[in-house]
């Protein structure tokens, strides 16, 4: 298991197990790093300690700890892609978005008056729109998110700032639903959509067969350019 740290829930019911990786010196602000379907694993963890290294307190919470505390799976092993569907199917997004309030207020009580970012990948990208339309946090990056199209009515929820990520060869959203995604989000002066053009789902995981380089260090870098501009 590689989270390290228990975050209060709100209400402090329960605790939320997270990977935290804290900065040398005060920290910029806090970004919070929510993982795809195969949980905290090595490609999250590497990319929260890479926000550590970038001057941030990184959290990366274990979303799936209410089914099952500490689970880490990997795309590239068939039995563990429908593990981790199953888990996806079998969320509970309202508790998880909760958790994700919790960890705002514990990065506020951290680091008092930072800015607190978001930076989601997959199902993660899901819950950075929701972040940003149903939070009050500063600023959400949204990779390859499934089910945004259905989201777009709540745009005018969103107070910070939100920068989306579009692979246009994405199996989990189809040329439809990206054209809505479009529709409805293009006029909305918070929101920026960045569109990849032939690449697929997954494209800037660390490592493993859906990586392309060129697409990930590109989307990489605007997303560290965003949650500078708009975190710190």
Known sequence: ?????????????????????????TPRGTVIVVPEIFGVNPGIVAKADDWARAGYVAIAPDVFWRQEAGVELDHDIPEE??????????????AGLEDIRAL??????QNPGGKVGLVG??????IAYQAAARTDIDASVGYYGVGLDGLVGEAANIKGELLLHIPTADAFTSPE???AIHAGLDAVPNVTLFDYEGL???????KGSRRDEAGAVLADARTVEFIATFVG
Request: charged share 10%; glycine share 12%.
């Open 1 to 25: 298991m590689t989270t390290n740290t228990f975050i209060p829930s709100l209400g402090h019911k329960d605790n939320i197990p997270a990977y935290v990786a804290q900065p040398e010196g």
């Open 81 to 94: 892609m429908t593990r981790a569907l199953a888990m996806m199917g079998a969320h509970n997004f309202p």
């Open 177 to 179: 639903q990206q054209a």
């Open 121 to 126: 990948f997959c199902m993660g990208g899901l």
């Open 200 to 206: 697929g789902h997954g494209f800037a995981e660390t």
């Open 104 to 109: 705002i207020v514990w990065a506020h009580a």
